[in-house]
């Protein structure tokens, strides 16, 4: 009875390691490809694979922004906050300028 017992529990904390490697797995994909913007001070910046899911800041605003990768961007009105007021979207190997509009400050895939 106790080795009944005792390989009901390993079954079951394996079973459990499982499910939380794969959950794990999966929250960590990244966008494919590379994303670039023009910042509202002149800087060409870029980031290679980003994580989806993931606020990323748009270091003082993006003017123009190419999403290169694989994955939608959608982007957000205050800095480093993903959750303010949406400005837009850009599909994948797509380009946009924000001039004459509201400029995004955050960015997130996915």
Do not use: W
């Amino acid at each position: 009875m106790y080795t009944l017992t005792r390989l009901g529990r390993v079954a079951t904390t394996v079973g459990a390691a499982l499910v939380l490697a794969t959950g794990l797995s999966t929250s960590a994909q990244a966008a494919t490809g590379q994303f670039d913007y023009a910042s509202a001070n002149g800087e060409d910046l870029t980031f290679d694979n980003p994580r989806n899911g993931e606020c990323f800041l748009l270091v003082g605003g993006a003017l123009r922004a190419d999403n290169d990768t694989d994955t939608r961007a959608t982007f957000y009105e205050e800095p480093g906050d993903c959750e303010s007021r949406v400005v837009g979207t850009l599909q994948p190997h797509m380009a946009r300028s924000f001039q004459g509009g509201t400029i995004p400050h955050s960015v997130k895939f996915g």
